[in-house]
Nanobody, 115 residues
Framework: QVQLEESGGGLVQAGGSLRLSCAASGSIFKINAMGWYRQAPGKQRELVAGITRGGSTNTADSVKGRFTISRDNAKNTVYLQMDSLKPEDTAVYYC?????????WGQGTQVTVSS
């Protein structure tokens, strides 16, 4: 089994920063893509950013220039640096990991941005 544990969420004022971390543990062979989705109340889950094992990234237009995704393959960990946060970034953030053509998900971490 593989577990993903997220940390770093919380309450922040608009314009502030947070850094999310997601560490994978368990029966890990090789993790391919990792990344983050988010889901706001009443909305569908949307991709925030993804990163391949080789370091190629894709980022949603809504967060480009403000959010940066990175990973540490040795630690099986993915990070999301979130700067210049806006109230519309408020959501539950979920990390995922693609391993052996199967997606694993974290339990989610709440990010709340106050105006």
């Amino acid at each position: 089994q593989v577990q993903l544990e997220e940390s770093g969420g919380g309450l922040v004022q608009a314009g502030g920063s947070l850094r999310l971390s997601c560490a994978a543990s368990g029966s890990i062979f090789k993790i391919n893509a990792m990344g983050w989705y988010r889901q706001a109340p009443g909305k569908q889950r949307e991709l925030v950013a993804g990163i391949t094992r080789g370091g190629s990234t894709n980022t949603a237009d809504s967060v480009k220039g403000r959010f940066t995704i990175s990973r540490d393959n040795a630690k099986n960990t993915v990070y999301l640096q979130m700067d210049s946060l806006k109230p519309e970034d408020t959501a539950v953030y979920y990390c995922y990991a693609d391993m052996s053509s199967r997606d694993y998900w974290g339990q989610g971490t709440q990010v709340t941005v106050s105006s």
